[in-house]
């Protein structure tokens, strides 16, 4: 298994230390050849409007589209959250997503960096014991489609409870950042993930 980080910007390092701890070998992607290689794919947190940017100059952005409708297993948290959504609000004029999950995401919507937190985040998805959420200028889900599954919210502005974490098909997003908590959860479901689509297509091609 072979799992990609898609390393423009953003928390490369963590991710892969968090896969290396799941039995995962690491790429980091930059290019379209590397892209072609992996099994998987992480888009780490960072700044969403960058990471889409250098991804278009670089021609990457193509290549990865079409690799997710493909149905390469894919994992975004925070600014990955934003470029695997259908919908952004509060990015760039025209800013393109991956529409890997059927919903709408907003960005910076808990606030600006000084409002960042964390919080103890109830995910059945990855076990009992809640995981600690850190939330660095992060955005929420405000919309999902019917094939999408929520696994995570947590209280946001107004009492509402605000979604956090989602998962349709192969394609896995948090709001917060994972891999800055040493717990390796997420991270191990989206692995297990990657496993079960390759054993999928092992059975397709029999």
């Known amino acids: 298994m072979l799992v990609g980080v898609l390393a423009l910007q953003g928390d490369v390092r963590e991710h892969e230390r968090a896969l290396?701890?799941?039995?995962?070998v690491t790429m980091r992607v930059r290019n379209s050849g590397q892209l072609r290689r992996i099994d998987g794919l992480v888009i780490p947190g960072g700044e969403s409007t960058t990471i889409t940017k250098l991804a278009i100059d670089l021609g990457l952005f193509e290549p990865l589209a079409a690799r997710v409708r493909e149905g390469m297993p894919i994992f975004g948290s925070c600014a990955g959250m934003i470029m695997l959504a259908s919908r952004v609000e509060g990015g760039l004029p025209g800013q393109p997503g991956l529409a890997a999950i059927d919903?709408?995401?907003?960005?910076?919507?808990?606030?600006?960096?000084v409002e960042s937190f964390e919080s103890d985040v109830d995910m059945p998805a990855i076990g009992d014991e809640p995981i600690r959420g850190v939330f660095i200028r992060a955005p929420w889900v405000e919309r999902v489609?019917?094939?999408v599954e929520v696994l995570a919210t947590v209280p946001g502005p107004g009492a509402l409870d605000r979604i956090v974490a989602v998962r349709q098909g192969v394609a896995l997003a948090t709001a917060f950042h994972p891999e800055l908590t040493g717990d390796h959860r997420v991270h191990r479901l989206f692995v297990e993930s990657i496993g079960a689509n390759q054993r999928e297509l092992m059975e397709e091609e029999r």
């Open 103 to 113: 919903m709408t995401v907003r960005r910076n919507a808990f606030g600006r960096q």
């Open 20 to 24: 290396a701890h799941c039995g995962a």
């Open 145 to 147: 489609g019917p094939g």
